[in-house]
């Protein structure tokens, strides 16, 4: 979470610094657009000039930081010189940004070329700077806008028109489940209700209440929170089987009792049935 504001916080330093400089050109930021199915290219701020994309890949840090080769990477070292953290490096991240759009936009039939910055918004000292690659603070950008802004190309008009096109075409991240994303295994989570005051596991005490033993917290409705922890956790999809798991159920027909609550994706039939949340919708228990 830390690290996701964080990010959020450096996206919006270089969007207000574009904003406060009034470019004339289309900005779009928090870009997704798929490349090939279920690839996408994920773009922080993209600015639409007369002659290609721009895109500024933000970055939020602080500390002492050095990029290496071999493999590349970016490390964050204290006041002797000891590496305390390894990050991935944001040249790379930016190379394939700009390797991914350049692809979709030729699938799409754009003539259009794209460059890129990482732009770093935070208090870091880069002590070892990439031999190749492109790193700007927030000032750099006024100039490198104005000096790729002189160049002859599409008109406001028709890159305000190619804006909209990408508008079209953008779907919103989803980086669910996290489970996967974080390499946690499976096993070390605790799935099934839990206690929304002290964590720990709930036990059904009658058709109506669950109970917590530890601090006595009572609730009637478990599920969809529950639900709501395995699908951003554990899986896109749950089974019947899984639902029964969860909560202790014996009865087939009253875990697909209970799935029928929830306006959720169905696939497949008999043992094979799925169900999926969109993730763009609200899990929400409905009345019958």
């Not at 830390?2 to 004339?24: C, D, F, H, M, T």
């Not at 390499?183 to 005051?197: D, M, T």
Request: charged share 25%; hydrophobic share 40%; proline share 6%.
């Amino acid at each position: 979470m830390n690290s996701i504001q964080a990010g959020i916080a450096g996206e919006e330093k270089v969007l207000n610094y574009i904003r406060w400089l009034e470019s004339p050109w289309p900005i779009l930021w928090d870009v997704n657009l798929e490349v090939t199915p279920g690839q996408y290219v994920q773009i922080d701020v993209l600015i639409l000039l007369p002659t290609g994309a721009v895109i500024y890949e933000a970055k939020n840090m602080a500390g002492r930081l050095r990029f290496e080769e071999h493999p590349a990477r970016l490390d964050k070292v204290d006041e002797h010189g000891y590496i305390t953290d390894r990050y991935d490096c944001p040249m790379l991240q930016l190379q394939d940004e700009i390797a991914n759009l350049q692809v979709w936009f030729h699938l799409h039939g754009i003539p259009m070329k794209a460059v890129g910055a990482v732009v770093m918004t935070g208090s870091a000292v880069i002590e070892k700077p990439p031999a190749n690659g492109r790193i700007f603070s927030l000032r750099e950008i006024r100039g490198h806008l104005a000096a790729r802004g002189k160049e002859r190309g599409m008109t406001v008009r028709e890159l305000r028109q190619l804006a909209d096109y990408i508008r079209r075409h953008n779907r919103p991240y989803i980086a669910f489940p996290l489970i996967g994303r974080f390499s946690i295994p499976a096993e070390e989570v605790e799935w099934g209700p839990l206690c929304e005051s002290c964590a720990g596991r709930l036990l059904r005490k009658s058709e109506r209440v669950w109970l917590c033993p530890a601090c006595n917290w009572k609730t009637a409705d478990p599920f969809t929170r529950t639900l709501e922890d395995w699908f951003t956790l554990r899986s896109r999809t749950i089974v019947n089987r899984q639902v029964r798991e969860l909560f202790g159920m014996k009865s087939p027909g009253a875990a697909s009792r209970l799935l029928r609550f929830y306006p959720l994706l169905k696939d497949g039939e008999g043992r094979s049935t799925c169900y999926a949340w969109d993730y763009t919708t609200t899990l929400t228990r409905q009345p019958k």
